[in-house]
């Protein structure tokens, strides 16, 4: 897989520089790599099997440049909210290709799936919403199964407990097949959480949901279910051969269910994998202030902080993007100082990195950010009204081959 590493980064930022592809005004900049989020993309049409439809997560990186490269690439888009269907459509995909799953759809915008967007998959996330659909609803409909399994993903993102507010328990079954015969439903869809590295619990999910498909269609031999969405959520390792590759996963799936991917359509949902490790965030320093004692840290001003990066500030995971820092104006230093990195918001927690070890720094160097490519542009927060970096949008090898 494709990864930005250290050097090429900092190569990257000057040769947009000498591009002109950002205003030089501007304090903080935002580059994202098409060739990056292509290889991402390969690889899933590589290792999952023809057909599968992979349905982007659109709330993990929003920008409608890089929503228009995976569209124009042949692959869907999941959106969490009305105004994600939007725009998915800005971008002319067909709305075959798009997933639509929010938690609290409006009876105005399941009229507007009906009567604008037939042909979209729309998974229903209770028993309560399916009363909302028309018997001759235009879409295809997909009821959201909670397969109350058990996973490594952190409790803020574990979508499977008991007390989940997404979909229908699946220990409801008897209710769930009712459903099924009374709701013009042609799929199950299930999502456990994010952030999960062990993708067992994943495997383990599928099949229950996948079990209780195949009970649905034997009530309805005539008119069986057409889809399963496995969701996405998983941080797949980037090594081809190891245990939780995309490779692997999928090598698990068609070894435990053979029959899945000829008797449903499949769909997935990633987004961290998909855009992770396509972009990298750049602030100027605008000031740095000495420590009080020789055993604290220095304090280094930028212009991001918990406005870009709200999970690493706000919440309690364990978010630690690599960093590095360049100094345009002079060579860096031999020796080293502790910084603390403090951002820009009016608040007393704003800060993303407490006692870095980084050559003596001064105001004017370059501090960057790599591996943000997922949820932190796309969850951009309104505190001081600030205005949010200036996104850079380039191809790797063409930037890097125009310095030659």
Request: charged share 20%; proline share 6%; aromatic share 12%.
């Given at each position: 897989?494709k990864?930005l590493?250290?050097?090429?980064i ?5 040769a947009a520089?000498?591009?002109?592809l ?18 991402r ?16 997560a ?12 995976i ?6 888009l999941?959106?969490?909210s ?10 002319g ?14 009876r105005?915008?399941?009229?507007f799936c ?6 979209i998959?729309?998974?229903?996330n209770?028993l309560?919403?399916?009363k ?23 409790s ?20 769930i097949i ?20 062990n ?11 996948l ?8 009530l309805r031999?005539?008119?069986?279910l057409?889809?399963l ?10 090594a081809?051969?190891?245990t939780?590759?995309v490779?692997?996963?999928v ?11 000829e008797?449903f ?21 605008e000031?740095v ?21 709200l999970?690493?500030v ?23 100082l502790k910084?603390?990195i403090?951002g820009?918001l ?18 004017g160097?370059?501090f960057?950010m ?6 932190t542009?796309?969850?951009?927060s309104n505190?001081c009204?600030?205005?949010a ?7 790797a090898?063409?930037?890097?081959s125009?310095l030659?």
């Open positions: 897989m990864v590493q250290k050097a090429a900092h190569q990257l930022y000057w520089h000498k591009a002109n950002f205003p030089k005004s501007s304090n903080a900049q935002y580059f994202y790599d098409f060739d990056c989020l292509l290889d993309l390969g690889i899933l049409k590589q290792y999952f099997p023809k057909g599968v439809l992979h349905a982007v659109i709330k993990t990186q929003s920008n409608s440049a890089v929503l228009q490269k569209v124009d690439n042949g692959m869907g999941e959106a969490a009305i105004e994600e269907v939007h725009l998915a459509l800005a971008t995909i067909e709305a075959s290709k798009i997933v639509f799953d929010s938690p609290v759809k409006t105005e915008e399941i009229d009906h009567q604008q967007l037939p042909g998959y729309v998974n229903a209770s309560e919403e399916l909302r659909y028309p018997p001759d609803f235009s879409g295809r409909l997909g009821l959201r199964i909670n397969p109350l399994v058990r996973s490594d993903a952190p803020i993102f574990d979508v499977a407990q008991k007390r989940s507010k997404f979909g229908v328990p699946i220990d409801q079954e008897a209710a009712q459903a099924s015969i009374d709701y013009p439903i042609k799929g199950l869809h299930l999502h456990i959480g994010s952030g999960i590295r993708f067992s619990g994943n495997i383990e999910a599928i099949g229950r949901v079990k209780l498909a195949y009970k649905i269609n034997q031999p005539d008119n069986p057409e889809f969405d496995i969701g996405g959520g998983i941080d797949f390792e980037a081809t051969g190891s939780f590759s490779a692997s996963f090598d698990v799936l068609i070894k435990q269910y053979p029959t899945m991917f008797d359509q499949l769909i997935t949902e990633f987004g961290k994998f998909v855009h992770k490790h396509n972009a990298f965030a750049v602030s100027t320093i000031y202030t000495p420590p009080q004692q020789a055993s604290e840290a220095g304090t280094a001003f930028i212009h991001i902080g918990a406005d870009l990066f999970r690493k706000y919440s309690k995971l364990s978010i630690n993007y690599p960093c590095s820092v360049h100094c345009p104006q002079k060579k860096p230093s031999s020796s080293t910084y603390n403090a820009p009016c608040f007393a927690g704003d800060f993303l990195y407490y006692d870095l070890v980084l050559p003596k720094l001064q105001s160097d370059l960057f790599h591996q943000v490519g997922a949820n542009l796309s969850l951009w505190h009204s600030r205005t970096p200036y996104f850079v949008g380039f191809y090898s063409r930037l890097i125009s030659t």
